[in-house]
């Protein structure tokens, strides 16, 4: 039985993968450019092989077509998300546990293409090490967005994080410093002021219940 | 109530024979037994007017039978109703079947969360807002301007995480979102919006 069932597990695993193959390409045609296919194709291929999220590549190859980017560029812009997908997995595994998810690497990617460097993004992986790191990495490149120094940024997420707060508290931290700003304080000023109030930094609105009733969930296919 | 004698249980409980019992508690025994037969046989209804009274005291059927009866036994209802509201109900139900449903209101899912998209764009005829959740597709999640003040706007229902997106305005104009605060390189030479999503339950 046992032999039957890896015998069919043989002969369906390549369809299935082919099937994949064939959706990822069928997304593509029609929309990108015959020359970029083939290797956009061969690069979620890779992609696979490494178990790193292929949506993020197939969505950078449909968006550089949207935006009639030559098919080199696109080609090239595919390569460039692939490489920060396996930077962001790197850095995640750096902290061990669990493997990542398909969402906690596409988040981190994100928080490293905003501008922060391998380095800093790993310092706050290593000072976090049971906490999923994305938000916090959207919360220092949040205060770096708004000219707070590189390490009072770091500096205050981690002690925000010690203090108790978690994942997307995290990006409280930094509105409540932001709106400090924004209220007349000098950064350091800033800083100083929410640090105190940690773990009290104020929730964001939540949607209001006609909100929530007007939302639509988009249906790209329909 | 007086008490009985011992032996008269012994006998109603067969564990004596009843001729070993002096006459006067035979005799006791035999009356109780009789009166016993009789309370096991209940009274006969003696008259038309006994079996009336029998039948109205029958006990109520439980509400389940009852709804079960009613279920199963033919009824005759009648709809009085004029044809222009049978016509519009046809119409409703039509609707209700043939046109696809593009968005009722959303049950949110614990990984989902509301997006609002805001932009100033005075004098667009119209502006889209996509992304990966639209495919970059426009036409998936148009904005609306309502009261024409040039405020464009739209409410989404996403998955918990971060998104990028852009305004397309009169369908070729591509706008990073000036409100948005996150920006990433689109790799294409612009700059992209970032919208973190934060799940219904945060």
Redesign the interface.
Known sequence: MRRVALFLLAIVAPLGAQSGRGSVRA?LMGRVPEAAIAVVDSVVRVAEGERLPT??LV??A??????H?APG?IV??VG??AEQLRQARTLLERGGGTPPTA?EI??VA?AM??GLPPPLAGRIVTALPDEPP??AL?AV??LE?HGFAEDAAVDLIVAAARAGLRG??L?DVATAAVHELQRGATHPAALATVRRALPDVP??PK?SPA???????????? | MSKLDPRIHEVLDGELPLERLPAELRALVLRLEHAAGLLRAGPAPASVAGRVLAALHRPEPSRGRRVLQWLTERHVITIAMRPVWSLALAAVLAAVVLVPDHGSAPLLGAQEGIARFVGHFPGARSVDVVGPFTDWHTGVVPLRDDDNDGVWSAVVVLPAGTHEYMFVVDGERWVADPLAGRYVSDGFGRQNALLIVRPVGR
């Open positions: 997304r949506e993020p969505q950078k449909l968006e550089g077509a949207a935006k980017a560029r090239q812009a460039a998300q969402i596409t988040s994100a293409v905003r994305g938000p959207h490149a949040d967005g997307l508290r990006l929730w964001p949607p909100e929530v009733n007007r939302a639509r969930r988009p249906r790209p296919g329909v």
